[in-house]
Protein backbone atom coordinates (compact mmCIF):
# COMPACT_ATOMS: atom_id res chain seq x y z
CA UNK A 1 0.00 0.00 0.00
CA UNK A 2 1.42 3.78 -0.87
CA UNK A 3 0.33 6.40 0.87
CA UNK A 4 -0.73 9.66 -1.01
CA UNK A 5 -1.75 12.99 0.48
CA UNK A 6 -3.40 15.56 -1.98
CA UNK A 7 -3.76 19.01 -1.11
CA UNK A 8 -7.05 19.74 -2.85
CA UNK A 9 -8.60 23.61 -3.74
CA UNK A 10 -10.33 24.14 -0.37
CA UNK A 11 -7.32 23.16 1.79
CA UNK A 12 -8.29 19.89 2.73
CA UNK A 13 -5.61 16.98 3.25
CA UNK A 14 -6.81 13.64 2.03
CA UNK A 15 -5.22 10.32 2.63
CA UNK A 16 -5.93 8.08 -0.25
CA UNK A 17 -4.80 4.37 -1.05
CA UNK A 18 -3.49 3.21 -3.94
CA UNK A 19 -4.20 -0.87 -4.53
CA UNK A 20 -2.01 -2.89 -6.32
CA UNK A 21 -3.12 -5.07 -9.11
CA UNK A 22 -4.19 -7.61 -6.62
CA UNK A 23 -6.79 -6.72 -3.85
CA UNK A 24 -8.72 -7.59 -1.17
CA UNK A 25 -12.64 -7.76 -1.38
CA UNK A 26 -15.57 -7.81 1.43
CA UNK A 27 -15.57 -11.72 1.02
CA UNK A 28 -11.52 -11.81 1.38
CA UNK A 29 -11.30 -13.32 -2.66
CA UNK A 30 -8.89 -12.36 -4.55
CA UNK A 31 -10.13 -10.08 -7.11
CA UNK A 32 -7.75 -9.12 -10.18
CA UNK A 33 -7.59 -6.51 -12.12
CA UNK A 34 -7.05 -6.87 -15.84
CA UNK A 35 -3.96 -4.54 -16.78
CA UNK A 36 -3.51 -3.23 -20.61
CA UNK A 37 -0.38 -3.13 -21.92
CA UNK A 38 0.25 -2.06 -25.71
CA UNK A 39 4.07 -3.37 -26.39
CA UNK A 40 5.29 -2.69 -29.71
CA UNK A 41 6.80 -5.91 -31.88
CA UNK A 42 10.85 -6.75 -31.48
CA UNK A 43 12.31 -5.76 -34.40
CA UNK A 44 16.13 -7.02 -34.95
CA UNK A 45 17.02 -2.93 -35.32
CA UNK A 46 15.92 -2.66 -31.12
CA UNK A 47 19.25 -2.53 -28.91
CA UNK A 48 18.66 -4.51 -25.77
CA UNK A 49 18.66 -0.91 -24.02
CA UNK A 50 16.07 0.07 -26.14
CA UNK A 51 13.73 -2.69 -25.20
CA UNK A 52 14.44 -2.62 -21.70
CA UNK A 53 13.54 1.10 -21.39
CA UNK A 54 10.18 2.87 -21.70
CA UNK A 55 10.07 5.99 -24.02
CA UNK A 56 9.79 9.15 -22.00
CA UNK A 57 6.12 9.93 -24.21
CA UNK A 58 4.48 6.47 -22.61
CA UNK A 59 6.24 6.94 -19.07
CA UNK A 60 4.71 10.95 -18.92
CA UNK A 61 1.44 8.93 -20.42
CA UNK A 62 1.25 6.36 -17.83
CA UNK A 63 1.89 8.96 -14.86
CA UNK A 64 -0.51 11.32 -16.62
CA UNK A 65 -3.10 8.67 -15.99
CA UNK A 66 -1.99 7.51 -12.81
CA UNK A 67 -2.36 10.98 -11.62
CA UNK A 68 -5.97 11.67 -13.27
CA UNK A 69 -7.17 8.40 -11.54
CA UNK A 70 -5.70 9.93 -7.90
CA UNK A 71 -7.39 12.72 -8.62
CA UNK A 72 -10.63 11.74 -9.22
CA UNK A 73 -10.29 8.58 -6.42
CA UNK A 74 -9.71 11.87 -3.87
CA UNK A 75 -12.30 13.99 -5.49
CA UNK A 76 -14.95 11.15 -4.82
CA UNK A 77 -13.36 10.54 -1.23
CA UNK A 78 -13.51 14.33 -0.35
CA UNK A 79 -17.16 14.42 -1.39
CA UNK A 80 -18.63 11.45 0.66
CA UNK A 81 -16.96 13.23 3.87
CA UNK A 82 -18.66 16.12 2.68
CA UNK A 83 -21.98 14.74 2.19
CA UNK A 84 -21.47 12.85 5.79
CA UNK A 85 -20.46 15.91 7.42
CA UNK A 86 -23.35 17.91 6.61
CA UNK A 87 -25.60 14.75 7.80
CA UNK A 88 -24.15 14.96 10.50
CA UNK A 89 -24.28 19.33 11.03
CA UNK A 90 -28.56 18.75 11.73
CA UNK A 91 -29.38 19.84 14.75
CA UNK A 92 -31.18 16.48 15.29
CA UNK A 93 -28.73 14.61 13.87
CA UNK A 94 -28.21 10.79 14.55
CA UNK A 95 -25.01 9.70 13.80
CA UNK A 96 -26.14 6.06 14.85
CA UNK A 97 -28.79 5.81 11.91
CA UNK A 98 -26.48 7.28 9.77
CA UNK A 99 -24.27 5.19 10.07
CA UNK A 100 -26.90 2.06 9.72
CA UNK A 101 -27.88 3.97 6.26
CA UNK A 102 -24.36 4.02 4.92
CA UNK A 103 -23.65 0.80 5.96
CA UNK A 104 -20.17 0.78 6.96
CA UNK A 105 -17.48 3.76 7.30
CA UNK A 106 -14.08 3.70 5.94
CA UNK A 107 -11.10 4.51 8.29
CA UNK A 108 -10.92 8.01 7.42
CA UNK A 109 -14.77 8.64 7.17
CA UNK A 110 -15.51 7.20 10.88
CA UNK A 111 -12.23 9.43 12.41
CA UNK A 112 -13.74 13.00 10.40
CA UNK A 113 -17.57 11.72 12.45
CA UNK A 114 -15.14 11.09 15.46
CA UNK A 115 -13.86 14.76 15.41
CA UNK A 116 -16.86 16.43 14.46
CA UNK A 117 -18.72 14.77 17.60
CA UNK A 118 -16.03 16.29 19.75
CA UNK A 119 -15.84 19.52 18.06
CA UNK A 120 -19.80 19.28 18.95
CA UNK A 121 -18.84 18.50 22.81
CA UNK A 122 -21.22 15.46 21.68
CA UNK A 123 -18.84 12.40 23.43
CA UNK A 124 -20.92 9.98 24.77
CA UNK A 125 -22.32 9.49 21.11
CA UNK A 126 -18.52 9.23 20.27
CA UNK A 127 -18.40 5.40 22.54
CA UNK A 128 -22.03 4.46 20.82
CA UNK A 129 -20.59 5.13 17.09
CA UNK A 130 -17.19 3.18 18.28
CA UNK A 131 -19.26 0.17 19.49
CA UNK A 132 -21.03 0.36 16.14
CA UNK A 133 -18.19 0.82 14.13
CA UNK A 134 -16.22 -1.97 15.19
CA UNK A 135 -18.99 -4.50 15.19
CA UNK A 136 -19.25 -4.35 11.44
CA UNK A 137 -15.44 -5.35 10.87
CA UNK A 138 -13.07 -7.23 14.03
CA UNK A 139 -10.16 -6.16 12.91
CA UNK A 140 -11.10 -2.37 14.00
CA UNK A 141 -10.69 -3.83 17.92
CA UNK A 142 -7.24 -3.27 17.93
CA UNK A 143 -4.94 -1.29 21.03
CA UNK A 144 -4.64 1.73 18.14
CA UNK A 145 -8.31 2.28 17.71
CA UNK A 146 -8.89 1.86 21.60
CA UNK A 147 -6.27 3.91 22.76
CA UNK A 148 -7.67 6.90 20.81
CA UNK A 149 -11.29 6.44 21.98
CA UNK A 150 -9.95 6.58 25.50
CA UNK A 151 -7.20 9.60 25.25
CA UNK A 152 -10.15 11.41 23.56
CA UNK A 153 -12.72 10.93 26.28
CA UNK A 154 -9.89 11.67 28.93
CA UNK A 155 -9.13 14.56 27.44
CA UNK A 156 -12.68 15.63 27.64
CA UNK A 157 -13.02 14.23 30.97
CA UNK A 158 -15.15 11.95 30.41
CA UNK A 159 -13.81 9.39 32.93
CA UNK A 160 -16.46 6.89 33.70
CA UNK A 161 -17.09 6.70 29.76
CA UNK A 162 -13.38 6.64 28.75
CA UNK A 163 -12.79 3.74 32.32
CA UNK A 164 -15.61 1.64 30.71
CA UNK A 165 -13.72 1.46 26.98
CA UNK A 166 -10.71 0.76 29.55
CA UNK A 167 -12.36 -2.10 31.28
CA UNK A 168 -13.77 -3.52 27.32
CA UNK A 169 -10.41 -3.24 26.07
CA UNK A 170 -9.37 -6.13 28.51
CA UNK A 171 -11.84 -7.74 28.48
CA UNK A 172 -11.32 -8.25 24.28
CA UNK A 173 -8.33 -9.66 25.63
CA UNK A 174 -6.34 -6.86 24.40
CA UNK A 175 -3.15 -5.17 26.54
CA UNK A 176 -3.03 -1.52 27.81
CA UNK A 177 -0.36 0.45 26.45
CA UNK A 178 1.48 3.03 28.26
CA UNK A 179 -0.58 5.79 26.07
CA UNK A 180 -3.37 3.83 27.33
CA UNK A 181 -2.61 4.21 31.18
CA UNK A 182 -0.87 7.92 31.16
CA UNK A 183 -4.37 9.98 29.91
CA UNK A 184 -6.14 8.00 32.76
CA UNK A 185 -4.27 8.62 35.33
CA UNK A 186 -4.24 12.26 34.54
CA UNK A 187 -7.84 12.87 33.63
CA UNK A 188 -8.47 10.88 37.40
CA UNK A 189 -5.58 12.99 38.75
CA UNK A 190 -7.18 16.48 37.35
CA UNK A 191 -10.44 15.62 39.07
CA UNK A 192 -9.12 14.87 42.49
CA UNK A 193 -9.44 10.98 42.39
CA UNK A 194 -5.64 10.19 43.12
CA UNK A 195 -6.61 7.15 45.04
CA UNK A 196 -7.97 6.03 41.64
CA UNK A 197 -5.29 7.32 39.84
CA UNK A 198 -2.58 5.68 42.09
CA UNK A 199 -4.30 2.13 41.85
CA UNK A 200 -4.14 2.80 37.07
CA UNK A 201 -0.25 3.98 37.85
CA UNK A 202 0.15 0.62 40.07
CA UNK A 203 -2.12 -1.65 37.42
CA UNK A 204 -0.02 -0.56 34.61
CA UNK A 205 2.90 -1.92 36.69
CA UNK A 206 1.51 -5.14 36.97
CA UNK A 207 1.21 -5.02 33.34
CA UNK A 208 4.85 -4.83 32.90
CA UNK A 209 4.75 -0.92 32.19
CA UNK A 210 7.13 1.31 33.93
CA UNK A 211 5.95 5.22 34.54
CA UNK A 212 7.75 7.75 33.00
CA UNK A 213 8.55 11.19 33.26
CA UNK A 214 5.48 12.42 31.71
CA UNK A 215 3.44 10.05 33.42
CA UNK A 216 4.37 11.92 36.62
CA UNK A 217 4.29 15.27 35.05
CA UNK A 218 0.50 14.83 35.29
CA UNK A 219 0.09 13.56 38.79
CA UNK A 220 2.51 16.83 39.80
CA UNK A 221 0.60 19.01 37.71
CA UNK A 222 -2.75 18.05 39.12
CA UNK A 223 -1.59 18.13 42.90
CA UNK A 224 -0.71 21.77 42.30
CA UNK A 225 -4.03 22.53 41.12
CA UNK A 226 -5.55 20.95 44.37
CA UNK A 227 -2.76 22.89 46.28
CA UNK A 228 -1.84 19.51 47.63
CA UNK A 229 2.34 20.81 47.58
CA UNK A 230 3.65 18.14 49.61
CA UNK A 231 2.23 15.71 47.76
CA UNK A 232 4.29 16.88 44.73
CA UNK A 233 7.31 16.76 46.76
CA UNK A 234 6.89 13.25 47.44
CA UNK A 235 5.83 12.60 43.67
CA UNK A 236 9.25 14.12 42.72
CA UNK A 237 10.98 11.79 45.53
CA UNK A 238 9.33 8.68 44.19
CA UNK A 239 9.69 9.92 40.72
CA UNK A 240 13.53 10.05 41.00
CA UNK A 241 13.72 6.86 43.09
CA UNK A 242 11.81 5.00 40.17
CA UNK A 243 14.23 6.11 37.80
CA UNK A 244 12.88 8.82 36.29
CA UNK A 245 14.77 12.23 36.13
CA UNK A 246 12.40 15.43 36.07
CA UNK A 247 13.69 16.99 32.94
CA UNK A 248 12.75 20.53 31.69
CA UNK A 249 8.64 19.77 31.49
CA UNK A 250 9.06 18.60 35.25
CA UNK A 251 10.93 22.08 36.25
CA UNK A 252 8.50 23.91 34.48
CA UNK A 253 5.53 22.42 36.17
CA UNK A 254 6.86 22.43 40.03
CA UNK A 255 7.80 26.16 39.55
CA UNK A 256 4.50 27.39 38.01
CA UNK A 257 2.90 25.66 40.47
CA UNK A 258 5.04 26.78 43.46
CA UNK A 259 5.16 30.32 42.28
CA UNK A 260 1.25 30.35 41.45
CA UNK A 261 0.78 29.34 45.47
CA UNK A 262 3.13 32.01 46.70
CA UNK A 263 5.60 29.50 47.27
CA UNK A 264 8.72 31.69 46.96
CA UNK A 265 11.33 29.27 48.58
CA UNK A 266 10.35 26.38 47.10
CA UNK A 267 10.07 27.95 43.29
CA UNK A 268 13.31 29.24 43.56
CA UNK A 269 15.13 26.52 44.40
CA UNK A 270 13.59 24.69 41.64
CA UNK A 271 14.88 27.58 39.54
CA UNK A 272 18.03 27.23 40.91
CA UNK A 273 18.14 23.68 40.46
CA UNK A 274 17.21 23.73 36.98
CA UNK A 275 19.47 26.34 35.60
CA UNK A 276 22.46 24.10 37.56
CA UNK A 277 21.53 21.53 35.28
CA UNK A 278 21.60 23.72 32.02
CA UNK A 279 18.39 24.03 31.17
CA UNK A 280 17.98 27.66 31.75
CA UNK A 281 16.89 28.54 28.05
CA UNK A 282 14.41 25.83 28.24
CA UNK A 283 12.22 27.80 30.92
CA UNK A 284 9.17 28.34 29.38
CA UNK A 285 7.78 31.93 28.77
CA UNK A 286 4.34 30.96 30.99
CA UNK A 287 6.82 29.90 33.95
CA UNK A 288 8.76 33.60 33.63
CA UNK A 289 5.57 34.97 33.47
CA UNK A 290 4.66 32.62 36.43
CA UNK A 291 7.56 34.00 38.61
CA UNK A 292 7.27 37.60 37.76
CA UNK A 293 3.94 37.32 38.75
CA UNK A 294 4.61 35.39 42.18
CA UNK A 295 7.72 38.48 43.03
CA UNK A 296 5.37 41.22 42.20
CA UNK A 297 2.69 39.88 44.92
CA UNK A 298 5.49 40.27 46.97
CA UNK A 299 7.10 43.54 46.52
CA UNK A 300 10.23 41.77 45.25
CA UNK A 301 11.30 45.03 42.78
CA UNK A 302 15.01 43.83 41.49
CA UNK A 303 13.98 39.94 40.96
CA UNK A 304 10.46 41.53 39.46
CA UNK A 305 12.52 43.46 37.07
CA UNK A 306 14.88 40.65 36.23
CA UNK A 307 12.14 38.60 34.83
CA UNK A 308 9.81 41.41 33.03
CA UNK A 309 13.27 42.07 30.80
CA UNK A 310 13.87 38.80 30.20
CA UNK A 311 10.10 38.66 29.19
CA UNK A 312 10.34 41.66 26.96
CA UNK A 313 14.03 40.77 25.44
CA UNK A 314 12.20 37.59 24.40
CA UNK A 315 9.47 39.29 22.68
CA UNK A 316 6.85 37.69 24.95
CA UNK A 317 3.72 39.26 25.31
CA UNK A 318 2.86 40.44 29.13
CA UNK A 319 -0.94 40.46 29.99
CA UNK A 320 -2.26 44.10 30.41
CA UNK A 321 -3.21 43.43 33.97
CA UNK A 322 0.14 41.84 34.84
CA UNK A 323 1.89 45.14 33.89
CA UNK A 324 -1.13 47.26 35.98
CA UNK A 325 0.83 45.05 39.03
CA UNK A 326 4.39 45.71 37.61
CA UNK A 327 3.42 49.10 37.69
CA UNK A 328 1.55 49.38 41.39
CA UNK A 329 5.06 47.92 42.85
CA UNK A 330 6.93 50.93 41.73
CA UNK A 331 3.97 53.83 42.64
CA UNK A 332 3.99 51.80 46.11
CA UNK A 333 7.30 52.40 46.53
CA UNK A 334 7.46 56.22 44.96
CA UNK A 335 9.69 54.63 41.86
CA UNK A 336 7.94 56.96 39.51
CA UNK A 337 10.48 56.89 37.09
CA UNK A 338 10.42 53.40 36.74
CA UNK A 339 7.14 53.63 35.26
CA UNK A 340 8.79 55.71 32.23
CA UNK A 341 11.55 52.90 31.98
CA UNK A 342 8.44 50.00 32.07
CA UNK A 343 6.29 52.27 29.54
CA UNK A 344 9.89 52.80 26.94
CA UNK A 345 10.56 48.65 27.66
CA UNK A 346 7.17 48.03 26.45
CA UNK A 347 6.89 50.33 23.51
CA UNK A 348 10.43 49.12 22.19
CA UNK A 349 9.45 45.34 22.26
CA UNK A 350 5.54 45.27 20.91
CA UNK A 351 5.00 48.96 20.16
CA UNK A 352 2.98 52.07 21.58
CA UNK A 353 -0.19 51.06 23.24
CA UNK A 354 -2.87 53.28 25.47
CA UNK A 355 -1.38 51.53 28.53
CA UNK A 356 1.94 52.33 27.73
CA UNK A 357 0.98 56.09 27.08
CA UNK A 358 -0.83 55.88 30.11
CA UNK A 359 2.72 54.93 32.10
CA UNK A 360 4.57 57.36 30.64
CA UNK A 361 2.38 60.33 31.38
CA UNK A 362 2.06 58.87 35.37
CA UNK A 363 5.48 59.14 36.05
CA UNK A 364 5.93 62.74 34.84
CA UNK A 365 2.27 63.50 36.47
CA UNK A 366 3.56 61.77 39.88
CA UNK A 367 6.74 63.31 39.54
CA UNK A 368 4.47 66.26 38.87
CA UNK A 369 7.17 67.68 35.78
CA UNK A 370 4.72 69.21 33.83
CA UNK A 371 8.18 69.54 31.41
CA UNK A 372 8.14 65.72 31.18
CA UNK A 373 4.22 65.49 30.82
CA UNK A 374 4.77 68.22 28.05
CA UNK A 375 7.22 65.85 26.41
CA UNK A 376 5.18 62.75 26.25
CA UNK A 377 2.51 64.64 24.92
CA UNK A 378 3.90 66.23 21.77
CA UNK A 379 5.29 62.35 21.21
CA UNK A 380 1.92 61.24 21.24
CA UNK A 381 0.91 63.99 18.90
CA UNK A 382 3.37 62.72 16.39
CA UNK A 383 2.69 59.47 16.76
CA UNK A 384 -1.22 60.43 15.97
CA UNK A 385 -2.39 58.99 19.03
CA UNK A 386 -5.88 59.05 19.63
CA UNK A 387 -6.97 61.49 23.09
CA UNK A 388 -9.31 59.40 26.13
CA UNK A 389 -10.40 59.67 29.53
CA UNK A 390 -7.61 58.51 31.09
CA UNK A 391 -5.04 60.37 29.45
CA UNK A 392 -7.16 63.94 29.80
CA UNK A 393 -7.54 62.52 33.78
CA UNK A 394 -3.61 61.84 34.84
CA UNK A 395 -2.71 65.03 33.53
CA UNK A 396 -5.93 67.15 35.34
CA UNK A 397 -4.75 65.59 38.20
CA UNK A 398 -1.31 66.52 38.14
CA UNK A 399 -2.48 69.87 37.32
CA UNK A 400 -4.70 70.36 40.12
CA UNK A 401 -2.22 68.77 42.36
CA UNK A 402 -0.10 71.51 40.95
CA UNK A 403 -3.03 74.27 41.37
CA UNK A 404 -2.31 74.98 38.40
CA UNK A 405 -5.32 76.41 37.49
CA UNK A 406 -5.04 77.87 33.97
CA UNK A 407 -3.99 75.19 32.68
CA UNK A 408 -6.58 73.18 34.07
CA UNK A 409 -9.62 75.41 32.66
CA UNK A 410 -7.44 75.25 28.74
CA UNK A 411 -7.90 71.54 29.08
CA UNK A 412 -11.22 71.06 30.34
CA UNK A 413 -12.38 73.59 27.45
CA UNK A 414 -10.30 70.90 24.91
CA UNK A 415 -12.87 68.12 25.62
CA UNK A 416 -15.47 68.51 23.45
CA UNK A 417 -12.79 69.07 20.36
CA UNK A 418 -10.54 65.93 21.01
CA UNK A 419 -13.92 64.18 21.56
CA UNK A 420 -12.98 62.83 25.14
CA UNK A 421 -16.19 62.12 27.51
CA UNK A 422 -15.99 63.06 31.37
CA UNK A 423 -16.23 59.95 33.21
CA UNK A 424 -16.94 59.57 37.16
CA UNK A 425 -13.40 60.21 37.68
CA UNK A 426 -13.52 63.27 35.22
CA UNK A 427 -16.74 64.72 37.42
CA UNK A 428 -14.69 63.96 40.63
CA UNK A 429 -11.60 65.92 39.55
CA UNK A 430 -13.66 69.53 38.99
CA UNK A 431 -15.64 68.86 41.85
CA UNK A 432 -12.14 68.44 44.19
CA UNK A 433 -10.65 71.00 42.42
CA UNK A 434 -13.34 73.07 43.47
CA UNK A 435 -12.67 72.57 46.90
CA UNK A 436 -9.04 73.96 46.68
CA UNK A 437 -10.33 76.89 44.75
CA UNK A 438 -10.89 76.51 41.76
CA UNK A 439 -14.18 77.70 40.14
CA UNK A 440 -16.10 74.98 37.63
CA UNK A 441 -19.38 76.30 37.47
CA UNK A 442 -19.35 77.13 33.89
CA UNK A 443 -17.88 73.56 33.49
CA UNK A 444 -20.30 71.82 34.88
CA UNK A 445 -23.35 74.01 33.01
CA UNK A 446 -21.54 73.35 29.72
CA UNK A 447 -21.20 69.72 30.81
CA UNK A 448 -25.00 69.43 31.44
CA UNK A 449 -26.08 71.92 28.70
CA UNK A 450 -24.10 69.42 26.23
CA UNK A 451 -26.34 66.35 28.02
CA UNK A 452 -22.94 64.22 29.47
CA UNK A 453 -24.16 64.52 32.95
CA UNK A 454 -27.63 63.18 32.30
CA UNK A 455 -25.33 60.04 30.98
CA UNK A 456 -25.23 56.57 32.61
CA UNK A 457 -21.95 56.92 35.11
CA UNK A 458 -18.94 54.73 33.91
CA UNK A 459 -15.30 54.05 34.98
CA UNK A 460 -13.72 54.27 32.19
CA UNK A 461 -10.33 55.68 33.53
CA UNK A 462 -7.76 53.07 33.92
CA UNK A 463 -7.17 51.77 37.32
CA UNK A 464 -3.66 52.81 37.89
CA UNK A 465 -5.16 56.53 37.54
CA UNK A 466 -6.69 55.47 40.77
CA UNK A 467 -3.70 53.97 42.17
CA UNK A 468 -1.80 56.73 41.73
CA UNK A 469 -3.84 59.62 42.38
CA UNK A 470 -6.20 57.49 44.95
CA UNK A 471 -10.05 58.43 44.99
CA UNK A 472 -10.21 61.87 45.69
CA UNK A 473 -13.18 63.75 48.07
CA UNK A 474 -15.63 63.25 45.53
CA UNK A 475 -15.36 59.39 44.42
CA UNK A 476 -15.04 58.73 48.55
CA UNK A 477 -18.27 60.46 49.20
CA UNK A 478 -19.82 58.85 46.56
CA UNK A 479 -18.84 55.60 48.08
CA UNK A 480 -19.88 56.42 51.75
CA UNK A 481 -23.42 57.51 50.45
CA UNK A 482 -24.10 55.25 47.98
CA UNK A 483 -23.24 52.35 50.80
CA UNK A 484 -25.31 53.85 53.32
CA UNK A 485 -28.81 53.70 50.44
CA UNK A 486 -31.55 51.23 50.80
CA UNK A 487 -31.04 48.19 48.92
CA UNK A 488 -34.04 49.15 46.76
CA UNK A 489 -32.35 52.96 46.27
CA UNK A 490 -29.16 50.70 45.46
CA UNK A 491 -30.68 48.61 43.18
CA UNK A 492 -32.57 51.12 40.51
CA UNK A 493 -31.66 50.06 37.01
CA UNK A 494 -29.57 53.48 36.02
CA UNK A 495 -27.79 56.11 38.32
CA UNK A 496 -26.40 59.44 36.27
CA UNK A 497 -23.99 61.70 37.18
CA UNK A 498 -26.60 64.44 38.08
CA UNK A 499 -28.22 61.73 41.06
CA UNK A 500 -24.33 61.06 42.10
CA UNK A 501 -24.14 64.84 42.31
CA UNK A 502 -28.09 65.01 44.16
CA UNK A 503 -26.50 62.33 46.45
CA UNK A 504 -23.40 63.80 47.53
CA UNK A 505 -25.27 67.31 48.29
CA UNK A 506 -27.53 65.50 50.56
CA UNK A 507 -27.47 65.51 53.78
CA UNK A 508 -26.79 61.87 54.57
CA UNK A 509 -29.59 61.19 57.43
CA UNK A 510 -31.71 61.93 54.28
CA UNK A 511 -30.42 59.92 51.83
CA UNK A 512 -31.24 56.80 52.95
CA UNK A 513 -35.19 56.98 52.97
CA UNK A 514 -34.84 58.38 48.75
CA UNK A 515 -36.46 55.54 46.79
CA UNK A 516 -35.77 55.04 42.93
CA UNK A 517 -37.75 56.93 40.50
Not at 220 to 249: N, R, T
Request: glycine share 6%; aromatic share 10%; proline share 3%.
Amino acid sequence: MVDCAIVLSDDALIHTHLLHPICHTNNNKFLFLKTHTSLKPFTKFQSLATQARPSPSSLSKVSDSKHTTLLVETYHLHHSLRILLQKLDNQHSNPLRILIQDGDWSKDHFWAVVKFLQNASRFSEIVQVFDMWKSIEKSRISELNYNKIIGLLCEAGMMEDALSVLQEMKIQGLKPYLDTYNPVIHGLSREGKFDNALHFLNEMREFGLEPVTETYDGLIQAYGKFKMYDEMSKCVKQMELDGCSPDHITYNILIQEYSRGGLLQRMQKVYHRMCSKGMRLRCQPSTLIAMLECYTAFGMVEKMETFYRKLVNSRTRIDDDLIRKVAEVYIKSYMFSRLEDLGLALSSAFGASDLVWCLRLLSYACLLSQKGMGIVIQEMRDAKARWNVTFVNIIMLAYMKMKDFKQLRILLSQLPIQGVIPDIVTIGILFDANKIGFDGSGVLETWSRMGYLYREVEMKTDSLVLAAFGKGHFLKSCEEVYSSLHPESRERKTWTYNDLIALVSKPIGRVDCMKPK
